[in-house]
């Protein structure tokens, strides 16, 4: 050994001292997000005059039942920018922990910035009390519904290593069989079936294509979106405008709202969570279920693993392709629910792209989460929230109309490439599995 | 379990894999299959675990004739397999790998983690096999992961398990390990395959030593045979061991490097100070385990990586931020680790990756246009003075054999002068004879005054051709030493320690030498 000790240059300490460029950017970034929302909140808290606000918890303007209450939004604008101060000395000295701690300041900013926003849209106002804050929650929930079936098909199916990008002609095909179909059995909630139906429906389109003739599968979703959209059309044009016959195929009844007792009478939690329709009781139901099945069965071990080394699942005996048919097709049946809300769950009947261009957006949900259905949830509850806000924002002049409206989008746009960062998705996704 | 082979025959087309191969395991026996790359090992063992089809022939365990359409189906009969690729899903933890495929519920299909721990647990203290059941696969060292695979197959009550090609990703100290484990297994009565083309661990641990070349066995032969008799009858002809080499005539030092430090897009630092020389007319050898740092090093010398600190220079010239063209026109040749990701254009033919570097040159190219004349010409000359075996300048790269597809990527690279070259596993996946081929052409090139640098996993061949010994491990040069010193203390360095617990336990420990 002793030839060994002279022959070798080993420096005992463990890394060397190099700044690691990924924390510098990290660095970086925080320190300028932060900064902007902190300049934005001063120029908020210096432009407002008085800043006395009106609100009231209810969802609607109740001026007998609950008169709004009058409140002083200073209290709420200068706390939120001493909030974004100290976040941004945090990020400035390199402080913001990574850990949970890290998301609870992320989240305290978020908050800091939206209600001091709100505070500065709603003050100075030229007749006091004309123009209220209403509780955004509810409108939140039912907007968000659709976005997250979409979010949980879309996990479902890419953690099984099929891409999904064509959850939005799921939507709109879920859209239109479950107007037909309500329509035809004159029950909202046989809507729902038929939404499911057309949903798996679609997905064993996806399933054919990606699995047994290995399209690419980006591509493949471009096609089934532009097929929904055409078939849907088409098949709307061929419903004739007789009453008669009209009744029987694009008249749908309504999902009513259903009050869960006791729990509809928490405050402002109760309205917003149990005071909603069938549907979007399902939803929380599918929310857990998915999150159940993925990470605690058999089932969704298999999923997994199909997803991330479908020749290691091969190789214990998993049958790659059976399980990812599985996948595809719940989460077709979830994407088709979704595509229920726009008509049975809101509006009635269908007409022509009744998703909007949802489907697109619940994609994005998927990318934001992770991969993770609770995760993919959140994304798609925020998304909800700032549609809903657009909405009611939508008659206040201080702010253009086109900006607020895009602003749901641009908020996408920073989400995904700002602070979701390097995310990773499940291994194998989009590569069909074939034997060699 | 007795497990027999008789007269499998598989074939893909025209092509035959496998020819009515004859092959008995006895139970606890460790039975190796010896055979170059492209012998059909391979083909053998996925027919025998249900991954394919048999063309014609049977497998006969116990006396019954089984078939297996699936690997299902082998598992079932008590045959455990170990992928030279491991068959682990990176993200899942340890039991959940062990389990999947049968795992342990409590009714509705809800996953019995506490249980499959157990499971994992127990086997491992009943066959010595080290590995804690909670942690991610994707955070241990491949050794530990190797376990983990023979745990799998374990829990699964394989009786005869396959191992294809265990040690190639494994330190010297690491293989002496699942030797012991494969001992211990055969003393509880598991049979073993081990399939390998190296030589000295077959005579280590095998029980009977069957030689497969070409598809067929061509003979058996005790453990007590010699390396040479072993190696003549896997090549089919007399084979030299040793490069024929002069000592070196070193030169001045072209290639330098200074606290090089390199951080990868996840933050973790992949290259830790390292300084190291390479001096004309010497081959430089850098051995170590994968995955040390020796990519990000070689990647770092061509300029595909941009260093986070220290400095590289070519004959005195700092050319730290260098982008690879540059490189390579300041005289660097580059063989790199991973020929058909790397090294050349699959589908281009023969004749055009033998100009992929070269084509902006004045002569293969006159303004926009190239010169095709030229280029056919260059590749008449370099097909025939590398005995590249192509059935014609046409050819695309990706039908060539693995030895021939490397002897093109060496020609292209040796056919402009040269300050350095920089050699990743330059003979990976390639065949005795093309090894012996590639090995002399690199001593020729050290011996016209170029500094080399050969970055290889197998000591072999470090030994085959180096001078001087570097050697890596987490990110750093643990040190350089001379071509005379022994395996043991170069596999001591490999594993980053002189105590050799590092890779065993897969903990952190510093380096002290």
Not at chain 1, 159 to 182: C, D, H, K, P, T
Request: hydrophobic content about 45%; overall charge negative; some cysteine.
């Amino acid at each position: 050994m002793g030839r060994m000790s002279a022959a070798t240059a080993v420096s005992s300490t463990g890394a060397v001292a190099v700044r690691d460029r990924a924390d510098v950017q990290r660095q970086v970034k925080l320190a300028v997000v932060y900064g902007l929302v902190l300049v934005t909140l001063l120029a908020f808290a210096l432009t407002t005059s008085d800043s006395t606000v009106w609100y009231t918890l209810e969802e609607r303007v109740n001026r007998k039942e609950s008169p709004p209450v009058e409140a002083n939004g200073a209290l709420v604008l200068w706390p939120a920018v001493a909030v974004a101060a100290v976040a941004v000395a945090l990020a400035a000295l390199n402080r913001v922990p990574r850990s949970w701690v890290g998301v609870v300041v992320h989240g305290l900013v978020g908050v800091a910035f939206f209600a001091g926003f709100l505070v500065w849209v709603y003050a100075d106002q030229a007749n006091a009390g004309a123009i209220v804050m209403t509780n955004p929650l509810p409108g939140t929930i039912r907007l968000a519904t659709p976005l997250i079936f979409g979010a949980l098909a879309g996990v479902l199916c890419e953690r099984a290593g099929v891409i999904n990008i064509a959850i939005e002609g799921q939507f709109l095909m879920g859209a239109f069989f479950a107007a037909v179909a309500s329509s035809l059995a004159y029950s909202a909630e046989m809507g729902l079936v038929g939404g499911v139906l057309a949903g798996i429906g679609m997905g064993a389109l996806l399933g054919v294509f990606a699995m047994r003739y290995l399209v690419n599968q980006v591509v493949l979703g471009v096609v089934l979106i532009a097929l929904a959209t055409g078939l849907s059309s088409f098949l709307l044009s061929q419903i004739p405008n007789d009453p008669d016959v009209k009744q029987y195929l694009n008249e749908p009844l309504i999902l009513p709202r259903i009050e869960v007792p006791v729990l509809s009478d928490i405050p402002v939690l109760g309205p917003t969570l149990f005071n909603q329709t069938l549907l979007v009781y399902l939803m929380y139901l599918c929310v857990v279920l998915v999150s159940w099945l993925l990470f605690q069965t058999r089932w969704g071990l298999r999923v997994r693993s199909v997803g991330e080394h479908p020749k290691a699942a091969d190789t214990v005996g998993i049958k790659v392709n059976r399980i990812r048919w599985q996948a595809v097709l719940l989460g077709g049946a979830l994407a088709g629910l979704g595509g229920a809300y726009f008509t049975v769950g809101s509006t009635g009947s269908f007409d022509n792209g009744a998703s909007a261009g949802n489907g697109f957006i619940a994609l994005a949900a998927v990318i934001m989460g992770r991969w993770h259905p609770v995760f993919a949830s959140l994304a798609a509850l925020f998304f909800g929230f700032m549609w809903t806000l657009q909405a009611q924002l939508a008659f206040l002049d201080k702010i253009p109309g086109e900006l607020l409206r895009a602003s749901p989008y641009l908020a996408t746009v920073i989400a995904v490439a700002g602070f979701v960062g390097r995310v990773r998705a499940p291994a194998a996704d989009g590569e069909p599995y074939v034997k060699s | 379990m007795r497990l027999e082979i008789k007269g499998l025959t598989k074939r893909f087309g025209s092509f035959t894999a496998n020819d009515s191969i004859d092959l008995t395991i006895e139970p606890g026996e460790i039975h190796c299959l010896l055979g170059e790359n492209g012998a059909g090992k391979s083909t053998l063992m996925n027919m025998l675990y249900g991954l394919l089809d048999p063309t014609e022939g049977q497998i006969v365990v116990d006396g019954e004739p089984v078939t297996f359409a699936s690997p299902r189906d082998a598992i079932a009969a008590g045959i455990g397999m170990v992928h030279q690729h491991f068959m682990l899903v990176p993200v899942f933890s340890v039991a959940e790998n062990v389990m999947l495929g049968r795992e342990h519920t409590r009714g509705l299909g809800v996953l019995n983690r506490r249980k499959a721990a157990e499971t994992v647990r127990e086997l491992s203290s009943r066959y010595n096999l080290a590995v804690d059941p909670d942690a991610l696969i994707e955070d241990l060292p491949v050794g530990v992961q190797q376990r983990v695979e023979i745990i799998k197959a374990l829990s699964h009550d394989a009786k005869v398990l396959i191992l294809d090609e265990p040690t190639a990703v494994l330190t010297p100290q690491e293989i002496d390990e699942l030797m012991e484990i494969m001992r211990e297994l055969k003393r509880q009565g598991t049979s073993i395959i081990f399939i390998t083309h190296k030589l000295r661990e077959v005579k280590a641990v095998g029980d009977k030593i069957s030689v497969i070349r070409r598809g067929k066995v061509v003979g058996t032969a005790p453990p007590t045979a010699s390396e040479t008799e072993l190696a003549e009858m896997m090549v089919g002809r007399a084979v030299q061991l040793v490069v024929d080499k002069e000592p070196a005539n070193v030169g001045e030092e072209v290639l330098s490097v200074e606290n090089l430090t390199v951080v990868d897009p996840r933050g973790h630092q992949v290259l830790k100070d390292v300084t190291l020389a390479a001096r004309g007319g010497e081959v430089l050898g850098i051995a170590g385990v994968q995955g040390n740092g020796q990519t990000e090093l070689v990647k770092a010398l061509l300029g595909l990586v941009r260093p986070d600190a220290g400095t590289i220079r070519l004959d005195g010239e700092d050319i730290t931020r260098h982008g690879p063209r540059e490189s390579l026109d300041a005289g660097i040749g580059y063989v790199p680790e991973d020929r058909s990701h790397d090294g050349y254009v699959g589908d281009f033919s023969v004749r055009e990756n033998l100009i992929l570097d070269l084509y902006r040159t004045d002569g293969f190219s006159r303004g926009l246009a190239l010169r095709l004349d030229a280029i056919e010409q260059n590749a008449d000359a370099r097909i025939k003075e590398f005995d590249i075996r192509t059935e014609s300048p046409e050819t695309p790269v990706r039908s060539l054999s693995g030895g021939n597809q490397q002897k093109v990527v060496v020609a292209r690279e040796f056919s402009r002068p040269l300050k350095v070259l920089v050699a990743a596993q330059p003979t990976r996946g390639v065949d005795v004879g093309s090894i012996e081929f590639i090995h002399k052409r690199i001593v020729a090139e050290r011996d016209r005054g170029t500094a080399v640098v050969i970055v290889s996993t197998e000591l072999d061949e470090i030994y085959a051709l180096a001078d001087r010994i570097a050697v890596m491990y987490d990110g750093r040069v643990v040190g350089v030493v001379g071509p005379e010193t022994p395996r043991e203390e170069i596999g001591l360095l490999m594993a980053g320690a002189g105590a050799g617990t590092t890779a065993a336990t897969g903990t952190d420990t510093e380096v002290e030498a």
